[in-house]
């Protein structure tokens, strides 16, 4: 292109010219490097909007089954309507659920290797959900936050509704278990309880927009959140259970888990692992049913999950011998007692189902089946 006659080709505005022209040819050997794309949270969604009216409650059923006993509630007519936002948070799990109504119960038969036993944090952002626990009934309406664990019995009903959940396993807080031990089944009705529920829907809204490198610092984040949040405040001390009997129902807890095949294992065993009285030791395990109610119940419940292990080929007698059982018909009375089923036909429902699988795999799996797997993996 020419120049105008006043502008010479040594001019101030072609010098000014040249200099612009220049980096712009080159500027894609100089541009700075891209930086990486960022990897959203692993998250997935389960709708029974998209399965037909007749299959719906079933298939929401069914996708909560590792966790609760749903139970159709009375007035339904037709289909069921539910979604569910779940997020991989590595050490936590934490959901988005939105629901029709439904009654509930702890689950009482797991098909998992190992029975789920987290903590869940819960805040209803809309409806109502109202729980009988060990020691009391309570109500949760809009703005309102609760705990309990999967470990133990309770049931109610939710109306429909809106629900954040997070789900705790009980390892990422090993040494703080006695705080939420403490406040399981209430409502965190105080000032920092609304702190926390406060916190839970910036949670919610968040957590699309983050990056996975950000869950580390974020699961740090939760987890003092939780002890400030929800540790017991002056006011409630008095209705929160003591914590050393917390720790020591943990540790009770535990030595039974580690000991669970060992034949000596009973009351006797407890006293001398806990130094404790024998009066202390049985309201310990009174909301259980007992010592020795509790130790048959978690070896029937390992019971069952090696009968549901498609891999297990031994026979029931053996494996009942395992578990505590001389007589096998004593076996199948106990087990038909906890379960409602015989070892026979848990044995005989048993389909090949691959074993637990990683994070990187929760996409292969059926979307109404990868909240179970999630927890799962969690409890590993």
């Known amino acids: 292109m020419s120049l105008p006659a006043s502008q010479s080709a040594t001019s101030p505005v072609t010098a000014i010219e040249r200099v612009v022209v220049r980096p712009r040819r080159s500027a894609a050997l100089h541009s700075p490097p891209k930086s990486p794309e960022k990897s959203p949270i692993p998250a997935f969604q389960f709708s029974t909007l998209e399965l037909p009216r007749r299959e719906q409650f079933t298939a929401w059923s069914n996708s909560l089954a590792p966790i609760l006993r ?13 979604i569910q936002h779940v997020w991989d948070l590595g050490d936590l799990a934490f959901a988005r659920i939105r629901t029709d109504g439904f009654g509930f119960a702890s689950v009482t038969a797991p098909v998992q290797r190992q029975p789920i036993d987290h903590w869940v944090l819960s805040l209803v ?37 809106e629900l954040l959940l997070l789900f705790v396993p009980r390892d990422f807080f090993r040494d703080a278990i006695h705080i939420l031990d ?6 965190l009705d105080h000032q920092m309880g609304q702190l926390f529920a406060d916190y839970m829907v910036s949670l919610a ?14 699961a740090s984040a939760t987890r003092a959140m939780i002890l400030a949040c929800a540790a017991p405040s002056t006011d409630t001390a008095d209705e929160a259970r003591e914590p050393f009997a917390t720790v020591l129902l943990e540790r009770a807890r535990r030595f039974v888990q580690d000991r669970l095949f060992d034949p000596d294992l009973g009351v006797a065993a407890l006293l001398t692992e ?15 049913g ?18 549901a292990d498609p891999s297990e080929h ?14 096998g018909a004593e076996f199948s009375r106990a ?24 994070r990187d795999d929760l996409r292969s799996i059926h979307p109404g089946e990868r909240l179970g797997a999630l927890l799962r993996r969690l409890q590993a």
């Open 70 to 82: 749903v139970i159709e509630p009375r007035d339904r007519q037709g289909g069921f309507a539910a």
């Open 125 to 161: 952002v809309k409806g109502q959900v109202t729980t009988v626990g060990p020691y009391s009934i309570f109500d949760c309406t809009a703005g309102s936050a609760q705990v309990h664990t999967l470990g133990r019995s309770f049931d109610g009903f939710v109306t429909d509704a």
């Open 182 to 187: 403490a406040i399981e089944f209430s409502v």
């Open 205 to 218: 809204r968040r957590l699309p927009m983050l990056d996975s490198t950000d869950v580390p610092r974020m």
């Open 274 to 288: 806990l130094r404790v009285s024998r009066s202390r030791l049985y309201r310990l395990f009174e909301a259980s």
């Open 290 to 307: 007992g010592v020795t109610h509790y130790i048959q119940h978690r070896r029937l419940l390992h019971a069952y999950a090696v009968l």
């Open 314 to 327: 031994r026979r029931i007698c053996d494996i009942a011998e395992e578990h505590g059982f001389t007589d």
């Open 335 to 358: 087990f038909r007692r906890e379960f409602g089923r015989s070892p026979t036909e848990i044995r005989a429902s048993v389909t090949d189902r691959p074993p637990n699988r990683s």
